[in-house]
């Protein structure tokens, strides 16, 4: 079965430092999702995109965060600069569009800062 | 914010039926019921989802109560593979179709 795959699996970066996450979703998935989850809690919506553009994005920080989709396939999540409070998995997802039901999620990517 | 209530953490044997219960009260006609699951270290995985009636697939089966305001994931022979935490989450099927996860409930299948 077809895969989210997301890189780095685990990054451990300094505080004030810029880190990248990687996200391909499934082939032909128009939907693409940032989630952020800390330990003991939920995943939380940080972005979402419709092909290349972004659908919704008010619960990511702006100030800090990045995130882009540029050929409406793979995506980059930018965190500069890392804070201590950064520190949590950060998944990505996807779905044929953005009505459909099913979200298949990556494994994630674990940051530290430190 | 999450609409939905959901016990912190549960058990049950291997082999039985695990019943995973969920509180809905204020889900509006056109939200479905959506369940997922996250086992350790893994991105969450998609189980099934309802909106008024009974639904069941290869992995679950979904109990919608008639006025809607709960419902019950039910894990018919459950495996310590099952033990993950269990996401029970209202969403809507207009264009508002954002998927805002709760704390979920901890499953823990004893051997």
């Known amino acids: 079965e077809a895969e989210v795959a997301q890189s780095p699996r685990y990054k451990i970066t300094e505080k004030s430092q810029a880190v990248a996450f990687w996200c391909d979703p499934i082939?032909?998935?128009?939907?693409l999702y940032w989630y952020r989850q800390i330990l003991g809690q939920g995943p939380e919506l940080l972005v979402q995109?419709?092909?290349?553009?972004?659908?919704?994005d008010s619960q990511l920080p702006k100030d800090r965060f990045s995130a882009e989709r540029l050929k409406g396939v793979d995506s980059t999540l930018k965190i500069q600069p890392a804070e201590l409070g950064d520190s949590a998995m950060y998944l990505c997802a996807s779905s044929l569009d953005s009505a459909n039901e099913k979200l298949f999620f990556g494994s994630g990517t674990q940051l530290s800062v430190l | 914010d999450a609409k939905t209530t959901q016990p912190t953490s549960m058990d049950c044997a291997e082999g039985r039926a695990a019943n995973l219960p969920c509180n809905h009260s204020?889900?509006?006609?056109?939200?479905?019921v959506y369940w997922y699951r996250q086992i350790h270290s893994q991105g969450p995985q998609y189980i099934i989802h309802?909106?008024?009636n009974n639904e069941t697939n290869e992995m679950a089966s979904l109990i919608i109560t008639e006025d809607r305001k709960s419902s019950t994931l039910i894990l018919p022979h459950a495996t310590l593979r099952d033990t993950a935490v269990y996401y029970c989450?209202?969403?809507?099927?207009?264009?508002?179709?954002?998927?805002?996860f709760g704390s979920g409930t901890r499953l823990l299948v004893r051997p």
């Open positions: 082939s032909g998935h128009a939907t």
């Open positions: 309802g909106l008024k």
């Open positions: 989450i209202v969403r809507g099927a207009d264009s508002s179709y954002k998927l805002i």
């Open positions: 204020t889900i509006s006609g056109n939200e479905y």
């Open positions: 995109f419709q092909d290349e553009s972004v659908v919704d």
